[in-house]
């Protein structure tokens, strides 16, 4: 059973930045893909960002693409994700999730973290 504890949210101003970060316990982490997806009020979960078991490969929502980048440090169990560029429309809790297969869709996670608010201000 893996845990997934993420920490990084906060209040920031368009344009800000922040980094997130999801730390992994009881598990081996480097055996799994992992992901950010995020939610905002009224709106189904949607995806962020993934990244394979090695570091190797990474893939980005449209919407992110260019302004968020994920990564990992499987010496640390950690997955980040650094937000530049931030907008109102981000504004969301921020999930991680680990999984075998990995990639866009949250089927393909069996773990999840119980998020991180962030809220972007004009």
């Known amino acids: 059973q893996v845990q997934l504890v993420e920490s990084g949210g906060g209040l920031v101003q368009a344009g800000g930045s922040l980094r997130l970060a999801c730390a992994a316990s009881?598990?081996?982490?480097?055996?799994?893909?992992m992901g950010w997806f995020r939610q905002a009020p009224g709106k189904e979960r949607e995806f962020g960002a993934a990244i394979s078991w090695s570091g190797a490969s990474t893939y980005y929502a449209a919407s992110v693409k260019g302004r968020f980048t994920i990564s990992r440090d499987n010496d640390k169990n950690t997955v980040y994700l650094q937000m530049n560029s931030l907008k109102p429309e981000d504004t969301a809790v921020y999930y991680c999730a680990a999984g075998g297969r990995g990639g866009s869709s949250a089927r393909n996670y069996e773990y999840w973290g119980q998020g991180t608010q962030v809220t972007v201000s004009t």
């Open positions: 009881g598990g081996t982490f480097s055996r799994y893909a």
